[in-house]
């Protein structure tokens, strides 16, 4: 499992940074990309960041978060800007594309407006 933390409330407007660490043979293999599931949700996906660290972010995240990924710790972050009270959701981890084994519990990030 991958294990996700950082979360927490915060007021929208404000800034949020997750990480989420994986074992070497994990991360020095796979694309790394970040979920979320809101609530009455399916998980969707964020942004990935590959082993060359080029990005990918999808269209409602765009300009607001990044993701980073540090090698030498095998650990992938997301840096959460300008949060809304529609971000607020569990976020999650995983290599992309998904592999089901590799979900952890995620971290809850809620944005009060």
């Known amino acids: 499992q991958l294990q996700a933390s950082g979360g927490g409330l915060v007021q929208a407007g404000g800034s949020l940074r997750l990480s989420c660490t994986a074992s070497?043979?994990?991360?020095?293999?796979?694309?790394m990309g970040w979920y979320r599931q809101r609530s009455g949700s399916q998980r969707e996906l964020l942004a990935r960041?590959?082993?060359?660290?080029?990005?990918h972010y999808v269209d409602s995240v765009k300009g607001r978060f990044t993701i980073s990924r540090d090698n030498a710790k095998n650990m992938v972050n997301l840096q959460m800007n300008s949060l809304q009270p529609e971000d607020t959701a569990v976020y999650f981890c995983?290599?992309?594309?998904?592999?089901?084994?590799?979900w952890g519990q995620g971290t809850l990030v809620t944005v009060s407006s």
């Open positions: 070497g043979s994990i991360f020095s293999r796979n694309t």
């Open positions: 960041i590959n082993i060359g660290g080029l990005t």
């Open positions: 995983n290599v992309f594309p998904v592999l089901r084994d590799y």
